[in-house]
């Protein structure tokens, strides 16, 4: 079925957050996906004033238009595993740049995603693993600077503590167009000392 899409915001950059019946934040999905829970009639519940209207056929009896409202959270019949909540996110290198704000956290200068690298604040060939508590987002000036040593060998001190961030935290990093109810439903979600942070 051909779809049309009326945009009360970019069409490309949307997506929904998707819960479970109990409310447990499970991830982004495409307006794609969306429509298909929707249409599968999936939807327990919803949160939000409609971001998306999507048109579809025509009925030829009425000659209506069919259409469909997405809401920005759209929480779907069934429920997640209990150690299925707050996954660690997985470690890459957008995720980390994201976590560290696209700063150097050696000099504390801002960088494109292209011009940053993973630093391991204990070398991997010193026993250093490659986790969120062990990994820095570094220029590559001070990546090379810092060398195969530690901070604290090459006088580098961070500016700031390595940590593996919640699945929250995660959802809200690796997406650069949320929408308000979506980002308040997100803070309301996060530990207070990490809420307070994010609405500063």
């Given at each position: 079925?051909?779809?049309?899409?009326?945009?009360?915001?970019d069409l490309n950059?949307?997506?929904?957050?998707?819960?479970?019946?109990?409310?447990?934040?499970?991830?982004?999905?495409?307006?794609?996906?969306?429509?298909?829970?929707?249409?599968?009639?999936?939807?327990?519940?919803?949160?939000?004033?409609?971001?998306?209207?999507?048109?579809g056929g025509w009925n030829r009896g009425t000659g209506m238009q069919s259409t469909l409202s997405l809401h920005p959270i759209i929480a779907s019949t069934g429920h997640c595993h209990a150690d299925a909540t707050d996954p660690a996110p997985t470690l890459s290198n957008p995720a980390l740049f994201a976590r560290d704000r696209h700063l150097c956290l050696y000099c504390g200068e801002h960088f494109t995603r292209g011009e940053l690298t993973r630093d391991h604040v204990q070398p991997v060939s010193r026993g250093?693993?490659?986790?969120?508590?062990?990994?820095?987002?570094?220029?590559?000036?001070?990546?090379?600077?810092?060398?195969?040593?530690?901070?604290?060998?090459?006088?580098?001190?961070?500016?700031?503590?390595?940590?593996?961030?919640?699945?929250?935290?995660?959802?809200?990093?690796?997406?650069?167009?949320?929408?308000?109810d979506q980002m308040e439903f997100l803070v309301s979600h996060l530990p207070r000392n990490r809420r307070q942070a994010m609405e500063a």
């Open positions: 079925m051909l779809m049309e899409v009326a945009n009360r915001v950059a949307t997506r929904v957050l998707s819960l479970d019946a109990a409310g447990r934040i499970l991830d982004w999905i495409s307006w794609q996906d969306a429509v298909c829970l929707y249409v599968r009639d999936a939807i327990a519940w919803t949160l939000g004033e409609p971001c998306l209207t999507v048109h250093g693993r490659d986790e969120w508590e062990n990994v820095v987002s570094a220029c590559l000036a001070c990546n090379l600077k810092k060398g195969n040593r530690t901070p604290q060998q090459a006088n580098m001190p961070l500016l700031a503590v390595p940590y593996r961030p919640s699945w929250v935290e995660h959802l809200i990093l690796s997406n650069r167009n949320i929408l308000a």
